[in-house]
């Protein structure tokens, strides 16, 4: 007697289990091709880098050697063995001021960008999906902050908050998101068009489930994109602010570096080591997220077949 063994029914995957899986194939698809962008990386070894300097340099470079009262080289020594980069006019060393530098620097520029795409995100969304009165209100919010200029409006919200690290990030975040919200409107508004978006409202989907589940995710390679972008508009807001003398005045950053060089007379007295080094890693990190910018535009452009 033959018995007949019951072939096992397949088990369908839920939609969710789906959803996760073409996520995970989107995101190794994505870090292929950043790995094959040579600018991309290029930035990326660069941003490398500088956050491990930052990260380390307690161990690098005591907290001592920032201390004016145990300097131990000359004021505006040039560079030697001892001082690779130099003195500056309290006679202490460039490099370590460099390195503990970057921390703030790129702390500020990163904490600032998180901040501006938040807002900026939750602006260009909401604005975008309403259309009656609260959308037209954002998007004409939006408009006054855009023919505001930038430095002014920073420089007198600094000056009102205070001369902080936390007070730099805010004025930062809050005066550089109307750039981001355009965009993400402008993007929200396409998506709105989307077949599927009506079949959402159709079955009864709300306001905030359709913004969170529908409009967000498709926006999100857009503001991921302008995210590696506005760092270092961030970081150059950062130092300009510290360059006026209305960053944090117990915190050394490439800005603060600058602004004591241009007040000490640095120039004229030909300490060049003590100008270019800050100037020069502003220009390398800027250099670096935009150089990663542009590749994750080109990665994440439909119009070029990116997935």
């Not at 560079?79 to 130099?86: A, K, Q």
């Not at 510290?242 to 915190?251: E, K």
Request: some cysteine; charged content about 10%.
């Amino acid at each position: 007697m033959t018995t007949t063994v019951p072939t096992p029914t397949p088990i369908s995957a839920s939609p969710k289990s789906i959803a996760r899986a073409r996520r995970k194939a989107s995101r190794r698809v994505f870090a292929k091709q950043f790995a094959r962008s040579r600018a991309g990386m290029l930035g990326l070894t660069v941003l490398i880098v500088f956050a491990l300097l930052a990260i380390f340099a307690p161990v690098l470079f005591p907290a001592t050697m920032l201390d004016v009262t145990k300097a131990t080289g000359m004021p505006y020594e040039p560079p030697s063995l001892e001082f690779p980069l130099g003195t500056d006019v309290s006679g202490r060393s460039v490099l370590a001021l460099v390195v503990w530098g970057a921390r703030v620097s790129l702390v500020v520029g990163l904490a600032a960008t998180v901040l501006s795409m938040a807002i900026g995100t939750t602006v260009g969304i909401v604005s975008g999906h309403y259309r009656g009165f609260l959308g037209g209100t954002l998007d004409r919010f939006t408009d006054w902050f855009l023919v505001i200029p930038f430095l002014p409006l920073a420089i007198v919200l600094a000056t009102v908050l205070g001369a902080s690290m936390l007070n730099i990030i805010i004025v930062i975040g809050v005066t550089s998101w109307p750039g981001t919200a355009r965009l993400i409107r402008a993007q929200t508004l396409s998506v709105g068009a989307r077949p599927y978006l009506e079949r959402s409202k159709a079955l009864g989907a709300g306001n905030v489930h359709q913004m969170v589940r529908h409009v967000l995710p498709n926006v999100m390679p857009l503001v991921l994109a302008n995210t590696t972008l506005a760092v270092s508009i961030s970081i150059l807001s950062e130092t300009t602010l510290s360059f006026l003398g209305l960053g944090d005045p117990t915190a050394v950053s490439w800005g603060s570096i600058l602004e004591e060089a241009f007040a000490s007379g640095a120039v004229s007295q030909g300490a060049w080591w003590y100008i270019v080094p800050p100037g020069l890693c502003v220009v390398l990190v800027v250099l670096s997220f935009n150089l990663m910018g542009r590749s994750v535009e080109e990665i994440l452009d439909p119009r070029k077949g990116a997935t």
